[in-house]
């Protein structure tokens, strides 16, 4: 795929950023409250230059390097996940009328989002929303009308984080397809490799030149060194393996750690659980059905009339990593984990999914 790319100097950048704003509103990776996230990027000068970040279990930190790059860092809290699944949202509203009641769907405006600074795991997970969300008889209408107006400029990852396990869930670090346009950064500029007939217009409508050897080999080795990451998973598939660990004492061990915050089902580019709501207007002449994240993790979740099928942390914790990488696969034929390290990183414990499955399996990790 390297045969189609091109170069643009870093200069270029601007104008890039330039023809992607003609016809999208741009979302791209900014230093915000301590964390790089996607935010209404305006120009190349917005993008976090020089940004590392450092994960470990429990631990996020941003590391200023000084170096010239803007995509130097590994994923953030958040994937694109919010930006088509919105946290909360409105669905439909009901208002009384002399007729009766009438009611209207609520879907968001239409608007052209261009997101840059995508990563590979990102992209798979994607791919596992749009399969749960437009796939069979009835397309989620919310998540269609974000989708089907997004444009994707990926970047592949140059500096995973050591939660980072992609390369081990077979999700990267180097993305191959889901993108319209793909970044490969280096000190001087990027690499520029189309994925669509738009990402091929856009390119078309750049300054660039062709790619030097010097400058392939060097984006070959960085390739190479990115997909060398310390976290692994157990090395058999794990498909019908969790479901059989249901008597595990390691669930309750876990349980005694984990608060249930459900931060790893938040960060979870793959999580789309969600509860409905119906909100209505003091006056009593209307109401709004509202449709808000939900996780594993809360008491609602399994709450059958008015019981809670999963009473305690560890029913909840075991509910959580068993559909996760067991029963995704009866349903989605692959597991729901594109190794991005989010849980591992955000969550406030540190408890860590690669090193609890090796326990369960009995592999080392
Ligand atoms: S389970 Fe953890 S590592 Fe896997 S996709 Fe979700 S947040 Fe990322
Ligand atoms: S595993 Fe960690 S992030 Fe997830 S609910 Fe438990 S304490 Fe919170």
Redesign the pocket.
């Known amino acids: 795929m390297m045969s189609d790319s091109t170069f643009l100097p870093q200069s270029g950048l601007a104008q890039l950023l330039t023809e992607l704003a003609a016809g999208h509103r741009i979302i791209g990776p900014q230093v915000e409250q301590g964390a790089v996230q996607y935010r209404s990027l305006q120009g190349a000068a917005e993008l976090p230059w020089g940004v590392r970040v450092a994960q470990q279990p429990g631990s996020y930190r941003l590391q200023r390097q000084g170096s010239e790059r803007a995509f130097a860092w590994a994923n953030g809290p958040q994937a694109l996940k919010p930006l088509l699944f919105a946290p909360r949202e409105s669905l439909w509203q009901v208002v009384k009328t002399a007729a009766g009641l009438s009611f209207s769907e609520t879907l968001p405006p239409p608007e052209r989002l261009a997101v840059i600074g995508v990563r590979s ?1 990102d992209l798979a ?1 994607l791919a596992l929303q749009d399969r749960h969300f437009l796939q069979g008889a009835s397309p989620d209408a919310h998540y269609a009308r974000r989708r089907e107006q997004l444009f994707i400029v990926a970047v592949n990852c140059s500096h995973p984080a050591a939660t980072c ?1 992609c390369a081990a ?1 077979g999700d990267g670090p180097n993305a191959v397809s889901g993108f319209d346009l793909l970044l490969d950064e280096l000190d001087e500029g990027f690499l520029l490799t189309p994925g669509s007939e738009a990402g091929q217009q856009l390119l078309a409508a750049l300054s660039v030149s062709g790619v030097t050897p010097a400058q392939r080999q060097q984006v070959e080795a960085q390739r190479r060194a990115a997909a060398v990451q310390q976290r692994t998973l157990p090395s058999s598939s794990l498909a019908g393996r969790l479901l059989e660990l249901a008597s595990s004492p390691r669930w309750q061990q876990i349980a005694e750690r984990c608060l249930a915050c459900g931060n ?1 089902t938040a ?5 789309f659980c969600h509860s409905e709501q119906e909100v209505p207007q003091l006056d009593g002449e209307g109401s709004e059905h509202l449709r808000q994240w939900d996780s594993c993790f809360s008491a609602g979740h399994s709450l059958l009339h008015g019981t809670p099928l999963r009473a305690d942390t560890a029913q909840r914790y075991r509910q959580w990593l068993t559909h ?1 990488f067991d029963s995704w696969h009866q349903q989605f034929g692959r597991s ?9 990183a955000w969550c406030p414990v540190g408890i860590d ?1 690669t090193e609890e499955l090796h326990a369960l399996c009995g592999d080392e990790a």
């Open positions: 795991c997970a396990f869930s790893c960060v979870c580019p793959t999580c996760k729901g984990c594109v190794g991005c390290g989010r849980c591992i999914v």
